[in-house]
T-cell receptor
Framework: DAKTTQPPSMDCAEGRAANLPCNHS???????VYWYRQIHSQGPQYIIH???NNETNEMASLIITEDRKSSTLILPHATLRDTAVYYC????????????FGTGTRLTIIP | DARVTQTPRHKVTEMGQEVTMRCQPI?????VFWYRQTMMQGLELLAY????????DSGMPKDRFSAEMPDATLATLKIQPSEPRDSAVYFC?????????????FGPGTRLTVL
């Protein structure tokens, strides 16, 4: 699986959009970008995934650059409950269900 | 509201004792994962099963750890004998792998302390 690079920490004001970047310059054509988050003392939670098109669901939006070497997770209106560690994971989908978690970005939402 | 359940939530034991952690995956999910999380190593995959068959246990210390799925509603992770370095939070996750795309649902974890 391709390696990902994320900033170790970020702050965001409550009510503003939180934009979390992820670099994955060695991503292969068959690898998806997955985002999970882990709120303190809980198990990780799936947020969203995408291959090359931008994706949106009820939790967030995922913007993938045209060359697919980086992506941004957007939480449109951050709340205090969004404070968590966010993991960007790249992996091929077919025949590989492993998730390799890096160190992630610790996002703190500030009141 | 379907969710993965894990028991016990907390376990304190002494070195050398056997520890058994249990997981009930979400009904209908065909893949079950065991992860371990420590401050030093972060989240690591220990093993996973598809349709109750072990697919990969390369992340698991073979001499003391064992993982099984006696039936579709129960996954177990055993440590015998336990050591202080096994102290960690152990997460179980389940997913339905369809057409190669899967979303993993994690349980609340078992916090293990080995004295």
């Amino acid at each position: 699986d391709a390696k990902t690079t994320q900033p170790p920490s970020m702050d965001c004001a409550e009510g503003r959009a939180a934009n979390l970047p992820c670099n994955h310059s060695t991503i292969s054509g068959n690898e998806y970008v997955y985002w999970y988050r882990q709120i303190h003392s809980q198990g990780p939670q799936y947020i969203i995934h995408g291959l090359k098109n931008n994706e949106t669901n009820e939790m967030a939006s995922l913007i993938i650059t045209e060359d697919r070497k980086s992506s941004t997770l957007i939480l449109p209106h951050a709340t205090l409950r969004d404070t968590a560690v966010y993991y960007c994971i790249v992996r091929a989908t077919f025949g590989n269900e492993k998730l390799t978690f890096g160190t992630g970005t610790r996002l703190t939402i500030i009141p | 509201d379907a969710r993965v359940t894990q028991t016990p939530r907390h376990k304190v034991t002494e070195m050398g004792q056997e520890v058994t952690m249990r997981c009930q995956p979400i009904l209908g999910h065909n893949t079950v994962f065991w992860y371990r999380q420590t401050m030093m190593q972060g989240l690591e995959l220990l093993a996973y099963f598809r349709n109750r068959a072990p697919l990969d246990d390369s992340g698991m210390p073979k001499d003391r750890f064992s993982a099984e799925m006696p039936d579709a509603t129960l996954a177990t992770l055993k440590i015998q004998p336990s050591e202080p370095r096994d102290s960690a939070v152990y997460f179980c996750a389940s997913g339905l792998v369809v057409s190669g795309v899967n979303e993993q649902f994690f349980g609340p974890g078992t916090r293990l302390t080995v004295l």
